[in-house]
């Protein structure tokens, strides 16, 4: 092995000093450094590291349809139809550096793949947080995914990822390949940018990745050719050949996804619990197992909340009893309870009235979730 001795590295045209090097190894650049990449804030994705779960740690025999169940913004997508079913967990089982990984374990088998069928674990996100890629432009920049993945299943697997300008539709399918079975490996994937087509610049869906657990031919028989394309069925997830849910017990996981501008796959960027909370809940919120309350003023019960942070729309808000978990009511002492008249949603909080012919100034206690998922 050989060495470079040097105490300091100039600028060869006006012999400024770059960096120097004291008898420590201390490193110092003089004329200040400029990162070609951002040091902080590089890993567009949210919730990566499975930390947040306000929904629920783990969820039964799921995988029917399109829906989000344990860890925030991770949802499972199904097509075609396919009897495969899952036990979904926030789990403990991890790779060094993380604390939780994404689970599925299958609970219900379907061996067969029919042509239509497929299942997929996602993650929707805003096209206002991407126009750093500058799509659509002779600028446009490359990006690199990273992540750590364990199947009890070998073989290659597809990542697809999707975007739009609100018209057009395109996509780009990535191989990776699970070569120990019930081991954890990480992996990497650079993808370059699209010159053709722009990110829509808006809160809405407009860019998106997934990971492919089966898939049938109508989603994989024709070669993406590894360039971007506009959205084809047949593409779609071209390469997937492994197949999770053929028997029961099979399992898949996953944790530590970073997406980041440029071609080399940094460390995972480490946020802490509070700050990935508030991100997922620009998209989920709820009450947890607290309860606010509502007062009777004149025949009439009137409740505001304020959300944690500012939601990505009007959401989707849902409002039950406190004492029992009906959904669409209050509550009040001895299980008594009243019918909400309305609920208006705005993304900062929600606004409820209930009519009843209670004695003023009695205290109802309600719940609430707000949904403003993509």
């Known amino acids: 092995m050989s060495k470079l001795k040097v105490t300091t590295i100039s600028d060869p045209d006006n012999d400024n000093a770059a960096l120097t090097i004291d008898s420590s190894g201390n490193v110092t650049a003089p004329q200040g450094f400029v990162p070609s990449t951002q040091l902080s804030h590089r890993n567009l994705i949210i919730n990566g590291a499975m930390q947040v779960a306000q929904r629920a740690t783990s969820r039964s025999s799921i995988g029917a349809t399109f829906a989000y169940y344990t860890a925030d913004r991770w949802l499972i997508g199904s097509a075609g139809g396919t009897t495969a079913r899952y036990d979904m967990s926030q789990s403990t089982d991890a790779p060094d550096g993380f604390g939780h990984s994404l689970k599925l ?23 206002q947080d991407f126009q750093q890629l500058a799509f659509g432009t002779s600028s446009a920049k490359s990006f690199t995914l990273s992540f750590w993945v364990k199947s009890s ?39 370059e940018g ?93 009450s947890y197992g607290g309860y606010q309350l509502a007062v009777d003023i004149q025949d009439a019960s009137f ?35 009243c019918t909400v008249s309305s609920v208006a949603t705005y993304p900062n ?21 707000a949904d403003a998922e993509l």
Not at 105 to 127: K, P, S
Not at 154 to 179: E, H
Not at 257 to 269: K, R
């Open 105 to 127: 374990e299958c609970v219900n088998a379907d061996a067969t793949v029919d042509a239509n069928e497929y299942q997929r674990i996602e993650q929707r996100l805003e096209g």
């Open 153 to 191: 299943v070998t073989g290659q697997y597809t990542v697809t990822f999707d975007f739009n300008d609100g018209t057009t539709y395109r996509q780009r399918v990535a191989q990776y390949t699970i070569d120990s079975a019930n081991t954890w490996e990480y992996k990497t994937i650079t993808i």
């Open 194 to 286: 699209d010159t053709d087509t722009s990110i829509a610049n808006d809160n809405a869906y407009r860019f998106g990745l997934f990971w492919g657990l089966r898939a049938g031919s109508t989603y994989n028989t024709t070669d993406d050719g590894d360039v971007w394309f506009d959205e084809t069925s047949a593409k779609r997830m071209y390469g997937q050949n492994a197949v999770i849910g053929a028997n029961v017990g099979e399992t898949w996981q996953i944790t530590g996804i970073q997406l980041e501008v440029g071609s080399v796959a940094t460390p995972f960027e480490h946020r802490s619990y509070a700050e990935e909370l508030a991100r997922c809940q620009r998209y989920y919120a709820t």
């Open 303 to 337: 409740a505001s909340t304020n959300f944690p942070v500012t939601m990505r729309a009007d959401p989707t808000a849902t409002v039950y009893a406190a004492s029992n978990g009906t959904i669409n009511k209050m509550s009040r002492y001895a299980g008594i309870t």
């Open 349 to 369: 909080g929600i606004r409820l009235i209930q009519h009843d012919s209670e004695s003023n100034g009695q205290s109802w206690g309600y719940r609430w979730t």
